[in-house]
């Protein structure tokens, strides 16, 4: 059995599109009966590159005076 208690409390800090997408990740996940190792890999990927994508979209905004 996967524990993904820390990749849900990781998720609460997503945007409600990307907690959306995790779930449908998890799920995937749990479908596969992939290893714990192998979830952790796959949802720490994920996570950076929601995070990635989050710093990405901040640095468009254009700085007032």
């Not at 749990?30 to 995070?51: H, M, P, R, Y």
Request: aromatic residues 10%; contains cysteine.
């Amino acid at each position: 059995m996967i524990d993904f208690r820390r990749h849900d409390t990781t998720a609460k800090n997503l945007t409600h599109p990307a907690q959306q997408a995790y779930r449908v990740k998890k799920a995937a996940l749990i479908k596969a009966g992939v290893s714990q190792d192998e979830a952790d890999t796959a949802l720490n990927a994920f996570f950076w590159q929601c995070f990635e994508d989050d710093d990405e979209d901040e640095g468009d905004e254009t700085p007032t005076a």
